[in-house]
């Protein structure tokens, strides 16, 4: 900073400049110390223009093996571990945990959630798996193995998606704020805002953790986010348009929302709500830009 001006520079050059300005403004009249200013502000704004963000870099796609889904499916959690897909689905009357073979989509196990929940995330602990619901303020715990509830679970707030780390389940609520909450209690450790160049990113939905990175699809896009944990900022996109055909999405709700890996053979799945495919992808990174 400029002797507590606060116009920011990082040339020598520019500090020379603005300390022979500072210099003859000890011995000069009001009009040359306007004058002054006049010439060092077009430096601050042009420093602040040099340190504008760079487009936050876009990954494509190529789908590299398709598997079957259920369109009766309402995808609202989506998890992949020791072989299976598991998954949450919604809608009140509708919603259920399933654990499906990936090359024929059989259900081999499933257990229906009460008629007046609305299913959201999903994510494996231990032993365990957890679900929680969309505005019941309840969550349930199960025996993966079998699929019994074994506890439940209470929280303020919407339920939306939900992915973990080594220590913490890390949830999504539709806003641009993830929590990072202790699996003990589910209370709250830490929350993140989650921003791309600076501006919030809003309807954060269902979640993964891959390499150190959360992946969150965003409700009614067909991006999904990829997030620092430390700093809550998007490191770039993934763009999934064209993945489905329109024409096989059964109306307006039926989006983009499930995202899996398989960590043990680097593979990365991700479907969509009522989508009669689940698409193993692999990352195209952007093109260099050339001058």
């Not at 011995?27 to 004058?35: E, Q, S």
């Amino acid at each position: 900073m400029i002797l507590g001006l606060g116009l920011p520079f990082q040339s020598p050059s520019v500090l020379l400049r603005a300390q022979v300005i500072l210099k003859d403004m000890r011995r000069t009249p009001l009009a040359n110390l306007l004058l002054a200013f006049s010439l060092l502000l077009p430096i601050s704004f042009a420093t602040a223009c040099s340190k504008a963000q760079s487009p936050t870099p876009v990954y494509g796609y190529t789908v590299v093996a398709t598997f079957p889904h259920s369109t009766s499916s309402y995808t609202e959690g989506f998890f992949y571990l020791n072989g299976k897909f598991y998954e949450g689905t919604g809608l009140k009357g509708h919603s259920q945990v399933l654990v499906t073979d990936p090359a024929t989509g059989r259900v081999l196990q499933h257990v229906d959630l009460p008629p007046e929940y609305f299913g959201e995330g999903i994510i494996n602990w231990g032993p365990n798996l957890y679900e929680w619901t969309w505005q019941s303020h309840i969550g349930f715990v199960y025996d993966r193995a079998t699929l019994r509830r074994i506890a439940t679970f209470h929280y303020s707030g919407e339920g939306w998606g939900m992915t973990r780390d080594a220590t913490n389940i890390i949830t999504s609520d539709g806003s641009a704020t993830l929590r990072f909450r202790d699996p003990r209690d589910f209370h709250t450790v830490r929350s993140l805002l989650v921003t791309d160049q600076g501006e919030p990113v809003t309807e954060l939905n269902e979640l993964e953790y891959i390499h150190g990175e959360i992946y969150a699809n965003v409700w009614h896009t067909n991006r999904i986010a990829r997030i620092s944990p430390g700093n809550g900022r998007v490191l770039s996109w993934i763009d999934l348009t064209g993945i489905l055909p329109s024409v096989e999405r059964l109306d307006a709700e039926a989006v983009l929302n499930g995202i899996a890996y398989d960590a043990q053979h680097d593979r990365l799945f991700v479907t969509g709500k009522e989508w009669p495919t689940i698409f193993q992808i692999k990352l195209v990174p952007p093109a260099r830009r050339t001058r």
